[in-house]
Protein backbone atom coordinates (compact mmCIF):
# COMPACT_ATOMS: atom_id res chain seq x y z
CA UNK A 1 0.00 0.00 0.00
CA UNK A 2 0.99 3.45 -1.13
CA UNK A 3 1.24 5.77 1.91
CA UNK A 4 1.32 9.57 1.38
CA UNK A 5 4.26 11.34 2.51
CA UNK A 6 3.48 13.74 5.38
CA UNK A 7 3.95 17.00 3.26
CA UNK A 8 2.40 15.82 0.50
CA UNK A 9 -0.75 15.30 2.88
CA UNK A 10 -0.40 18.30 4.86
CA UNK A 11 0.03 20.01 1.29
CA UNK A 12 -3.64 18.15 0.07
CA UNK A 13 -5.64 19.43 3.52
CA UNK A 14 -4.34 23.17 2.47
CA UNK A 15 -5.70 22.92 -0.71
CA UNK A 16 -9.13 20.98 0.62
CA UNK A 17 -8.99 24.00 3.10
CA UNK A 18 -8.73 26.42 0.24
CA UNK A 19 -11.40 24.98 -1.98
CA UNK A 20 -13.82 24.87 0.88
CA UNK A 21 -13.21 28.60 1.98
CA UNK A 22 -13.25 29.57 -2.17
CA UNK A 23 -16.78 27.76 -2.28
CA UNK A 24 -18.22 29.05 1.01
CA UNK A 25 -17.52 33.01 -0.09
CA UNK A 26 -19.05 31.76 -3.48
CA UNK A 27 -22.33 30.56 -2.45
CA UNK A 28 -22.42 33.68 0.26
CA UNK A 29 -21.59 36.18 -2.25
CA UNK A 30 -24.73 34.49 -4.61
CA UNK A 31 -26.73 34.18 -1.36
CA UNK A 32 -26.17 38.41 -0.81
CA UNK A 33 -27.35 38.64 -4.11
CA UNK A 34 -30.29 36.58 -4.35
CA UNK A 35 -31.19 38.41 -1.08
CA UNK A 36 -30.65 42.01 -2.01
CA UNK A 37 -34.01 43.47 -2.34
CA UNK A 38 -33.32 45.63 -5.70
CA UNK A 39 -31.71 42.88 -7.46
CA UNK A 40 -35.74 40.83 -6.96
CA UNK A 41 -37.71 44.32 -8.10
CA UNK A 42 -39.87 43.58 -10.12
CA UNK A 43 -39.88 47.31 -10.92
CA UNK A 44 -36.43 46.94 -12.28
CA UNK A 45 -36.37 46.03 -16.07
CA UNK A 46 -39.26 48.35 -17.04
CA UNK A 47 -38.12 51.31 -15.44
CA UNK A 48 -34.64 50.65 -17.19
CA UNK A 49 -36.46 50.73 -20.26
CA UNK A 50 -38.15 53.93 -19.21
CA UNK A 51 -34.64 55.77 -18.33
CA UNK A 52 -32.62 54.52 -20.88
CA UNK A 53 -34.33 52.84 -24.09
CA UNK A 54 -34.56 55.03 -27.41
CA UNK A 55 -37.15 52.89 -28.21
CA UNK A 56 -39.45 54.63 -25.34
CA UNK A 57 -38.42 57.93 -26.83
CA UNK A 58 -39.08 56.69 -30.24
CA UNK A 59 -43.06 55.76 -29.05
CA UNK A 60 -43.90 58.92 -28.05
CA UNK A 61 -42.55 60.74 -31.44
CA UNK A 62 -44.62 58.27 -32.96
CA UNK A 63 -47.39 59.23 -30.83
CA UNK A 64 -47.38 63.19 -31.49
CA UNK A 65 -46.22 62.91 -35.04
CA UNK A 66 -49.42 60.66 -35.82
CA UNK A 67 -51.34 63.36 -33.74
CA UNK A 68 -50.29 65.74 -35.68
CA UNK A 69 -51.40 64.37 -38.87
CA UNK A 70 -54.78 63.70 -37.60
CA UNK A 71 -54.94 67.39 -36.10
CA UNK A 72 -54.10 68.98 -39.87
CA UNK A 73 -56.71 66.84 -41.06
CA UNK A 74 -59.16 67.81 -39.34
CA UNK A 75 -58.17 71.39 -39.83
CA UNK A 76 -58.48 70.81 -43.66
CA UNK A 77 -61.96 69.38 -43.89
CA UNK A 78 -63.40 72.40 -41.62
CA UNK A 79 -66.24 74.39 -42.81
CA UNK A 80 -67.71 78.00 -41.59
CA UNK A 81 -69.69 77.27 -38.19
CA UNK A 82 -67.69 73.83 -37.31
CA UNK A 83 -67.03 74.03 -33.60
CA UNK A 84 -63.81 75.00 -32.36
CA UNK A 85 -61.70 71.74 -32.87
CA UNK A 86 -59.91 70.48 -29.45
CA UNK A 87 -58.04 67.65 -28.13
CA UNK A 88 -58.32 66.25 -24.59
CA UNK A 89 -54.79 65.21 -22.84
CA UNK A 90 -54.08 63.07 -19.98
CA UNK A 91 -50.75 64.72 -17.63
CA UNK A 92 -48.72 62.10 -16.27
CA UNK A 93 -46.64 59.86 -19.12
CA UNK A 94 -48.61 61.56 -21.52
CA UNK A 95 -46.61 64.85 -21.21
CA UNK A 96 -44.97 64.87 -18.33
CA UNK A 97 -42.25 62.11 -17.74
CA UNK A 98 -42.31 61.19 -14.14
CA UNK A 99 -39.67 58.44 -14.92
CA UNK A 100 -37.70 60.11 -12.28
CA UNK A 101 -40.33 59.16 -9.33
CA UNK A 102 -39.74 55.90 -10.33
CA UNK A 103 -35.71 55.92 -9.67
CA UNK A 104 -36.71 57.11 -6.32
CA UNK A 105 -38.20 53.97 -6.12
CA UNK A 106 -35.59 51.69 -7.52
CA UNK A 107 -32.97 53.05 -5.38
CA UNK A 108 -35.33 53.22 -2.07
CA UNK A 109 -36.26 49.33 -3.34
CA UNK A 110 -39.85 49.93 -3.46
CA UNK A 111 -41.18 47.18 -5.64
CA UNK A 112 -44.47 48.60 -6.02
CA UNK A 113 -46.25 51.87 -6.84
CA UNK A 114 -46.09 54.11 -3.26
CA UNK A 115 -48.66 56.65 -3.19
CA UNK A 116 -47.38 58.35 -0.03
CA UNK A 117 -43.71 58.80 -2.21
CA UNK A 118 -45.51 60.29 -5.00
CA UNK A 119 -47.32 62.53 -3.09
CA UNK A 120 -44.30 63.68 -1.46
CA UNK A 121 -42.63 64.13 -4.95
CA UNK A 122 -45.37 65.64 -7.48
CA UNK A 123 -44.30 69.41 -5.02
CA UNK A 124 -40.73 68.55 -6.16
CA UNK A 125 -41.52 69.68 -9.65
CA UNK A 126 -38.96 66.52 -10.94
CA UNK A 127 -41.51 66.02 -13.85
CA UNK A 128 -40.07 67.20 -17.53
CA UNK A 129 -42.02 67.00 -20.82
CA UNK A 130 -42.19 63.66 -22.50
CA UNK A 131 -40.67 63.74 -26.27
CA UNK A 132 -42.89 65.76 -28.72
CA UNK A 133 -45.75 66.92 -26.35
CA UNK A 134 -44.07 70.53 -26.52
CA UNK A 135 -43.96 70.64 -30.06
CA UNK A 136 -47.17 68.94 -30.54
CA UNK A 137 -49.46 71.39 -28.35
CA UNK A 138 -47.54 74.41 -29.15
CA UNK A 139 -49.16 73.62 -33.05
CA UNK A 140 -52.32 73.11 -31.60
CA UNK A 141 -52.14 76.59 -30.18
CA UNK A 142 -50.75 78.33 -33.49
CA UNK A 143 -53.71 77.16 -34.90
CA UNK A 144 -56.49 77.61 -32.70
CA UNK A 145 -57.02 73.82 -31.40
CA UNK A 146 -57.90 73.96 -27.88
CA UNK A 147 -55.84 71.77 -25.48
CA UNK A 148 -57.91 70.48 -22.64
CA UNK A 149 -55.76 69.00 -19.52
CA UNK A 150 -57.41 65.98 -17.92
CA UNK A 151 -55.79 64.48 -14.87
CA UNK A 152 -56.87 61.92 -11.62
CA UNK A 153 -54.91 63.39 -8.80
CA UNK A 154 -54.76 63.80 -4.56
CA UNK A 155 -51.92 65.99 -3.03
CA UNK A 156 -54.24 67.49 -0.59
CA UNK A 157 -55.72 71.66 -0.59
CA UNK A 158 -52.68 72.29 -3.10
CA UNK A 159 -53.60 69.65 -6.03
CA UNK A 160 -54.40 71.99 -8.50
CA UNK A 161 -52.21 74.39 -7.77
CA UNK A 162 -48.79 71.50 -8.17
CA UNK A 163 -50.28 70.54 -11.75
CA UNK A 164 -50.55 73.90 -12.64
CA UNK A 165 -47.07 74.20 -11.47
CA UNK A 166 -45.91 71.29 -13.83
CA UNK A 167 -48.33 72.81 -17.04
CA UNK A 168 -46.63 76.37 -16.67
CA UNK A 169 -42.67 75.51 -15.74
CA UNK A 170 -42.80 72.79 -18.82
CA UNK A 171 -44.13 75.82 -21.61
CA UNK A 172 -47.19 73.70 -21.64
CA UNK A 173 -50.00 76.01 -23.62
CA UNK A 174 -53.10 76.52 -22.10
CA UNK A 175 -51.85 75.87 -18.42
CA UNK A 176 -55.08 78.04 -17.27
CA UNK A 177 -58.15 77.22 -15.43
CA UNK A 178 -60.69 76.89 -18.25
CA UNK A 179 -58.34 74.17 -19.69
CA UNK A 180 -57.59 71.84 -16.61
CA UNK A 181 -59.34 69.59 -14.54
CA UNK A 182 -57.98 67.82 -11.97
CA UNK A 183 -60.08 65.01 -10.11
CA UNK A 184 -59.23 63.92 -6.56
CA UNK A 185 -62.13 61.80 -5.67
CA UNK A 186 -62.39 59.88 -8.52
CA UNK A 187 -60.20 58.39 -11.72
CA UNK A 188 -63.76 58.49 -13.62
CA UNK A 189 -62.77 61.15 -16.86
CA UNK A 190 -65.61 60.86 -19.07
CA UNK A 191 -68.09 63.21 -17.36
CA UNK A 192 -65.53 66.05 -18.47
CA UNK A 193 -64.85 64.65 -21.43
CA UNK A 194 -68.29 64.83 -22.57
CA UNK A 195 -68.73 68.46 -21.26
CA UNK A 196 -65.70 68.89 -23.49
CA UNK A 197 -67.59 67.79 -26.71
CA UNK A 198 -70.57 69.19 -25.61
CA UNK A 199 -68.74 72.61 -26.40
CA UNK A 200 -65.87 71.57 -28.99
CA UNK A 201 -65.22 68.92 -31.90
CA UNK A 202 -62.55 66.55 -30.22
CA UNK A 203 -60.34 65.61 -32.22
CA UNK A 204 -58.37 62.86 -30.48
CA UNK A 205 -58.05 61.78 -26.73
CA UNK A 206 -53.90 61.31 -25.56
CA UNK A 207 -52.80 58.89 -22.88
CA UNK A 208 -50.90 55.96 -21.14
CA UNK A 209 -54.02 54.18 -20.20
CA UNK A 210 -57.29 53.37 -21.76
CA UNK A 211 -58.94 54.75 -19.23
CA UNK A 212 -58.06 57.96 -20.63
CA UNK A 213 -60.31 57.33 -23.86
CA UNK A 214 -63.42 55.55 -22.59
CA UNK A 215 -64.38 55.02 -18.90
CA UNK A 216 -66.26 51.52 -19.88
CA UNK A 217 -62.24 49.89 -20.34
CA UNK A 218 -62.52 50.31 -16.09
CA UNK A 219 -62.94 46.28 -15.44
CA UNK A 220 -60.59 44.09 -13.17
CA UNK A 221 -60.69 41.00 -15.56
CA UNK A 222 -57.42 40.82 -17.75
CA UNK A 223 -59.25 39.36 -20.99
CA UNK A 224 -62.52 41.18 -20.66
CA UNK A 225 -60.38 44.62 -20.82
CA UNK A 226 -58.51 43.31 -23.83
CA UNK A 227 -62.08 42.53 -25.45
CA UNK A 228 -63.58 45.73 -25.03
CA UNK A 229 -60.41 47.36 -26.52
CA UNK A 230 -60.51 45.20 -29.53
CA UNK A 231 -63.60 46.18 -29.99
CA UNK A 232 -62.30 50.08 -30.45
CA UNK A 233 -59.45 48.78 -32.58
CA UNK A 234 -59.98 51.19 -35.81
CA UNK A 235 -60.08 53.83 -33.12
CA UNK A 236 -56.31 53.37 -31.95
CA UNK A 237 -54.25 56.11 -34.14
CA UNK A 238 -57.49 57.65 -35.22
CA UNK A 239 -59.04 59.20 -32.19
CA UNK A 240 -57.52 57.48 -29.51
CA UNK A 241 -53.55 57.64 -29.65
CA UNK A 242 -51.58 55.44 -26.53
CA UNK A 243 -48.16 56.45 -24.82
CA UNK A 244 -46.80 53.27 -23.41
CA UNK A 245 -46.33 53.16 -19.48
CA UNK A 246 -45.18 49.90 -18.16
CA UNK A 247 -45.00 50.61 -14.80
CA UNK A 248 -48.76 51.65 -13.71
CA UNK A 249 -52.16 51.75 -14.45
CA UNK A 250 -55.49 50.28 -14.87
CA UNK A 251 -53.53 47.62 -16.86
CA UNK A 252 -52.24 46.83 -13.18
CA UNK A 253 -55.72 47.02 -11.93
CA UNK A 254 -56.76 44.14 -13.78
CA UNK A 255 -53.87 41.83 -12.87
CA UNK A 256 -54.08 42.53 -8.82
CA UNK A 257 -57.72 43.98 -8.63
CA UNK A 258 -56.55 47.04 -7.44
CA UNK A 259 -54.20 49.88 -9.30
CA UNK A 260 -51.69 50.23 -6.42
CA UNK A 261 -51.69 46.97 -5.03
CA UNK A 262 -49.22 46.23 -1.73
CA UNK A 263 -45.68 44.70 -1.81
CA UNK A 264 -46.99 41.56 -0.60
CA UNK A 265 -45.57 38.05 -1.30
CA UNK A 266 -49.13 37.22 -2.54
CA UNK A 267 -49.22 39.95 -4.95
CA UNK A 268 -45.67 39.04 -5.76
CA UNK A 269 -46.79 35.65 -6.76
CA UNK A 270 -49.97 37.66 -8.75
CA UNK A 271 -47.76 39.00 -10.91
CA UNK A 272 -45.42 36.16 -11.42
CA UNK A 273 -48.22 34.54 -12.62
CA UNK A 274 -49.31 37.47 -14.81
CA UNK A 275 -45.60 37.04 -16.54
CA UNK A 276 -46.44 33.51 -17.14
CA UNK A 277 -49.76 33.31 -18.47
CA UNK A 278 -48.47 31.75 -21.94
CA UNK A 279 -45.16 30.08 -20.97
CA UNK A 280 -43.22 27.22 -22.72
CA UNK A 281 -43.49 23.54 -20.99
CA UNK A 282 -40.56 21.25 -22.15
Not at 31 to 45: F, G, R, V
Not at 48 to 69: D, F, G, P, S
Not at 146 to 161: L, P
Not at 191 to 220: A, P, S
Request: hydrophobic content about 35%.
Amino acid sequence: MHHKCQPCSIRAQFVKFCSTVFLCGVVSIVSAKSSNPSSQNSLMMAVAWKQTAAEYRALYYQAYNIARMQVERALSTRTPGDKTLAVVMDMDDTILNTVNYWGYLINNNQAFFDDSIWDRWIPENKVVPTPGSVDFLAFCKDNDVEVFYVTSRNQGAKTFEYAMDHLKINGFPYADENHLTVLTDTSNKQKRQDEIGNDYEIVLFMGDNLNDFKRVYYVTDIDERTKLMEQDKDLFGRKFILLPNPTDGHWIRAVFGESEPPPTNTNREILRKAATRSSWEQ
